[in-house]
């Protein structure tokens, strides 16, 4: 039951939740990652990544594990991450290739490009009501309606007309030339 | 479903399957609704990398609020530095060594147990348990029984480690050189310790040279305090 509850927490964006499971499984990942020997600071980095795609596709995906707990989804997503740092640098043996990553359809990291860099920029830029409302919208993926639950505004007129007035800016961007 | 809605909930991928085959299907025949669907991805990812910045700092700052825990060990290593020094009583030797030694007090911090857990359940457990207690004469001899059974680079450092740990710098050095060609998970820390243990020894020609193959090896490793080692050592 805890680990039910946990899980929702991940999903409403709870940051205690994010950093509970970092905590609680930083030792064990460590152990895990010791077969790849890779140095200290890269598993760190790695470690952090997966926790951070972890809690990402909670929050965004409203992701909920049925099968497998909540430390072998992270362990294979940080599993998948070394494997491609180790091809990157091309140690890999390809007979020890992850079989069974593609279980918890893990997404592959593509860099981003230059306009969603920018665009990203552009985001921290805005005003703390525009950040939350898009985030709400697009990262959290709430509805008008829910949106219109968890927050002081009045309806979902409300609510759709500040989205569009804070989406314009970013919009702009978009279309504006490369 | 109003569109708006459904592009959400197609990117979310909340749709069931028949649903997302039709939104994909609407995305070939309709240039219109694709657009939409790419702007409102562009947007979600733009977000996403934000945030994602945003939850790396956090992590990063979690990282950094454990490092001062080692504080007390490290002033207990400064005023170990300078104890010994006056106890040899010459003031002479205080006096020249003073900056390398102090650049080395202030950079030094003992290198964690990373590794003992591969070796756990086997007589090496108590070589690091040993290690992780701050004994070191102790760890330095069960170091030596487990290399007796395997050569192993990586038990190797953690040997002159314990070396530096007690003060027998020149030890340190010669098994950290040893082990600069091999395949050590720690190679990085190898030089950067094999600096350190310079530092102390009055070699910053050397100590350079160390700094010099850390940045060629890993340049991330320890930059701030590399850079500003490399400094004030030009």
Sequence with gaps: ?178 | MEQEQLIQHYVAQKLSKIEMEEVAHKMKVDATFKAAVDEYKLIASSIKISEKDKLKKRLQAIENERTPKKNPFKIWQIAATIAVLIGIGSFYVFQNSNNAQSLYASNFEPYPNTLQPVVRDIPGNLAFMEYENGNYEKAISEFQKMLELQDNPDIKFYLAMSHLNTGATDKALIILKSIEDTNTRYLPQTHWYSALAHLKSEDKKSALQSLKKLKTVDAMYKKDKRTSLENQLN
């Design chain 1, 1 to 178: 039951m805890t680990n039910t509850s946990l899980q929702q927490r991940l999903r409403d964006e709870d940051p205690t939740a994010f950093e509970e499971v970092y905590k609680d499984n930083q030792e064990a990942f460590f152990n895990y990652a010791l077969k790849f020997n890779l140095d200290k600071d890269t598993v760190l980095d790695v470690y952090q990544d997966a926790t951070i795609a972890l809690y990402q596709n909670f929050v965004s995906k409203q992701l909920v594990i049925e099968n497998g707990t909540l430390r072998t989804y992270l362990f294979a997503i940080g599993k998948y991450k070394m494997y491609n740092i180790l091809k990157k640098r091309k140690k890999v043996i390809l007979k020890d290739a992850p079989e069974k990553v593609a279980d918890f359809e893990i997404e592959v990291d593509n860099s981003p490009s230059e306009q969603q860099k920018q665009l990203a920029i552009n985001f921290k830029n805005m005003s703390p009501s525009c950040q939350d409302i898009l985030k709400m919208y697009y990262y959290r993926n709430l509805t008008i309606k829910e949106i219109v639950a968890l927050t002081h505004y009045k309806d979902e007129n409300t609510v759709k007309s500040h989205k569009s007035r804070c989406l314009k800016g970013l919009r702009q961007l978009i279309n504006s030339p490369k």
